[in-house]
């Protein structure tokens, strides 16, 4: 970088100028990221919290538990592969997996907005129920409330989940080491261009569905294969860019990624170069990155392939020591270039 | 992909790199007029590949960048208005305005919707009788043949709340304007590919014997960029100033006459403020007196604005090429793409928002060659 | 001005010359194209689509001439006495 010839501005640092919450701060980017340092790690400091991983590792009463909560507001509601239901009961059976727990019980709380037909709700309890059998929990309290019309975007859901952890040393982006080799657990893209499918104003036919699915089994199976696994993260909202960018960050550690390894179904390419949008920021609701050290990359690639919801496992890259915590990727030209957190969510674009 | 995947194949992209490093002499410096290929040149590296006797350099060719702030701001003032859905592709939803931008108005409750195409725009006027529908219709000449078919179909079924906010750009004004420039460093011009699929390349070869610069119209893959290069600097190195066509499978000299035929149909050539430069005669694309009652600016009287832009933004220089994104004194501290400054740094295209997603650190780790 | 991307025409509705219109498939995604500008597309042929318009028929002779001339170039280095592969 060039030393700039005018006087250089004071502040370094840049400032949110939002006052207003936007859009974007749900997205799973850069917004997102500000909102969590700005306001709620600040005031919620606590080791489990700080440990920024996707559900808490509590001790309680000599007991290894994982908690955690997770909330849907999807539209549309429903979508080719699930609907809200699905991602509700699915997203935080998959948190408390990848704190290398078992799940086991599950709340649920409803907001649901005057006027929503009796019949859909009907139809999100009852894919909630399948699901939940799917991935061996129970919901076992819950809570509903109604709001005005107008006021809710027809029906929002969270869930809250708990579980024992089986893992015998810590499942977290702390405990990524360099030399580690990243696994992922099948291609990337398809929750985010199923539901963009269906949007009004960018529809396009396809038979691409969510990848909505537990992924509890092949993780339990891995910590019973008795394999060292340093980290786990489930790729939702802000895709693969954005759950690797994280565990860098809080690792401190470089990950490198290659483009020419990374799955991505024929279709959803082909929705994603229509609408101009990078496969890696695309969201996802049933894959998962696994660090393990390298000796062990083979087994865990082996272990993961025995299941249908990540038969399709690959390595994509390593870890190396780099404190600056950066994300890079080679491209299929070869040249390596960093990979960064979207601003806000991704935007079709025309340009 | 067919006609998409063999063109971003390692090797090939390698042999051209290789042989424009076996052909080159001196440095030269090229400029490219299209934010897809800045964005296509800065994702997968293009510019590390190639030896560095040549500099690429990044042309306002990003129509959401050039949009001016009046545009952006009458945007921004018909969508708040009650009984309006204002429609846009999705580049321009966070090109800030004076003072905020569409998914900030959008939160504010809004109704702003994504579209991928103005046909869409239609079908949400007509199944919204009650509303006033505004198209953003914003775009260099590629996009021009869809929007004039848009207000075309409007008029020919007498759909009375369809509307467009017209910013149309031409590229040649633009290119002119920067050639003719004093301290022009750009020696050679990689011309917009999809914009020649409409327009063809006759315009360029006056500009080519005018200002003795080669003009190779080239793709968006790497290998259509890289060939491009190639076949630029192979000109400059033989003393040549001529038109090439690299990217022949999609262009042809004339273009395409049905797609200039509606564009003239409905619109005219008209002088056009761009964003950072400033206004170029005879450089944008306005509605013609026919169809002026699809102007959204007539039908909402948003009258003659103009608004001045924040003096640290030097995005105008950065696209005449005349500074490189990380030179900008506010790059990447006052102006970054959660609070860009201008919009090069809040369109995906723009050179500063490239610079700043792929390049703000030095990448000190290099495999090139592999 | 610039994201166009090529699919294939599976089929065509429609003799309006305006109002011509095809379902392209894009890798397996499909979406109605309007073909106004495109009158001498026939089904099977690739087009270039940019916000749902066809504006080109790719040329699959031309399409293939960007490999051919690296071919050349590699001939010509080769007999130069120059390394192309390394």
Known sequence: ?351 | ?370 | MCLAVPGKLLSIEGDDPVLRAGKVDFAGVQKRVNLSYVPDAKIGDYVLVHVGFALSIVDEVEAVRVFDYLRTMGDLAEELGEDVTK
């Open chain 2, 1 to 370: 992909m067919k006609f998409i995947d063999e063109y971003r194949d390692g090797n090939a992209a390698r042999q051209y790199a290789d042989a424009v490093r076996r052909i080159i002499t001196r440095p030269w410096t090229l400029m490219e007029v299209c934010g897809g290929q800045t964005h296509a040149i800065v994702k997968f590296g293009i510019d590390e590949l190639l030896p560095k006797e040549v500099t690429l350099v990044h042309g306002p060719g990003c129509p959401v960048c050039v949009t001016p702030l009046e545009q952006i701001d009458k945007a921004l003032l018909v969508s708040s208005w009650p009984g309006v859905i204002f429609t846009s592709f999705g580049d321009m939803l966070r090109v800030p305005g004076s003072h905020t931008d569409l998914l900030t108005k959008k939160a504010g409750g809004a109704d702003v919707r994504i579209v991928y195409s103005p046909l869409d725009a239609l079908k949400i006027a007509r199944d919204n009788p009650g509303k006033q529908v505004v198209f953003f219709a914003v775009g260099f000449e590629t996009t021009a043949p869809a929007n004039a078919m848009a207000v075309f179909q409007a008029a020919q079924e007498g759909l009375e709340n369809f509307s467009i906010l017209v910013s149309h750009v031409l590229v040649p004004p633009a290119m002119e304007a920067i050639l003719g420039a004093k301290g022009n460093l750009v020696q050679g011009f990689l011309a917009a590919g999809h914009v020649c699929t409409v327009m063809g390349y006759t315009e360029y070869e006056p500009l080519a014997a005018k200002y003795q610069v080669p003009i190779v119209v080239t793709g968006f893959e790497p290998l259509d960029i890289l060939q491009g290069v190639y076949m630029a600097v192979k000109q400059l190195e033989e003393g040549r100033h001529e038109v090439e066509n690299q990217y022949a499978r999609a262009v042809r000299r004339d273009g395409n006459l049905p797609a200039q035929h509606v564009i003239k149909e409905v619109f005219e050539v008209v002088p056009r403020k761009w964003r950072g430069v400033g206004e170029i005669p005879h450089s944008g694309l306005g509605l013609r007196e026919a169809y002026r009652n699809f102007d959204a600016e007539i039908r909402f009287g948003l009258g003659d604005m103009h608004v001045d832009e924040p003096p640290e933004c030097l995005s105008g220089l950065v696209m005449q090429g005349r500074l490189k994104p990380n030179e900008c004194p506010a790059f990447g501290s006052m102006c970054t793409p959660e609070h860009p400054l201008g919009a090069t740094m809040v369109s995906s295209e723009g050179a500063c928002a490239a610079y700043y997603r792929y390049r703000r650190i030095a990448v000190e780790q290099d495999s090139v060659r592999s």
């Open chain 1, 1 to 351: 970088m060039s030393t700039p010839t005018t006087p250089a501005f004071s502040c370094p640092v840049p400032v949110s100028r939002h006052e207003h919450v936007l859009l974007g701060h749900g997205g799973g980017g850069q917004m997102t990221q500000l909102l969590l340092e700005q306001i709620f790690l600040p005031a919620f400091s606590n080791a489990a919290l700080d440990a920024r991983h996707d559900g808490a590792a509590l001790l309680i009463g000599g007991l290894r538990l994982a908690f955690s909560t997770d909330s849907y507001v999807v539209k549309p509601m429903f979508f080719p592969g699930g609907n809200i239901g699905t991602l509700a009961v699915n997203g935080t059976v998959n948190d408390l997996a990848m704190c290398g727990a078992r799940p086991q019980f599950l709340s649920t709380g409803f907001i649901i907005e005057e006027g929503l037909p009796i019949e859909t709700l009907r139809q999100v309890v009852a894919s909630m129920q399948l699901a939940a059998a799917a991935a061996g929990v129970q919901l076992v309290t819950g809570d509903t409330k109604v709001v005005d019309r107008g006021k809710g975007d027809g029906l929002y859901v969270n869930t809250a989940g708990i579980g024992i952890i089986e893992a015998a040393n810590p499942i977290a982006p702390s405990s990524v080491r360099s030399g580690d080799v990243i696994l992922l657990s099948g291609d990337i893209g398809r929750h985010g261009m199923a539901v963009m499918a269906a949007r009004e104003g960018l529809a396009f036919e396809s038979e691409i569905e969510s990848d909505c699915a537990p992924v509890a089994a092949p993780v339990l199976n891995l910590i019973e294969a008795g394999l060292d696994v340093h980290c786990l993260r489930d790729l939702t909202r802000g895709g693969l860019a954005s759950a690797l960018v994280e565990i860098a960050e809080t690792s401190r550690l470089h990950l490198g990624i290659e483009d020419a390894l990374i799955a991505v179904r024929e279709d959803v390419r082909g929705a994603c170069e229509i609408l101009g949008l990078d496969p890696l920021y695309v969201a996802n609701e049933g894959r998962f990155v696994v660090f393990v050290p390298e000796a062990e990359a083979e087994l865990a690639l082996e272990v993961l392939s025995a299941h249908a919801v990540s038969a399709n496992a690959m390595a994509i890259g390593r870890v190396t020591q780099d404190p600056r915590g950066l994300v890079t990727l080679k491209s299929l030209i070869g040249v390596t270039r960093i990979v960064d957190r979207l601003s806000g969510e991704q935007l079709p674009r025309i340009c």
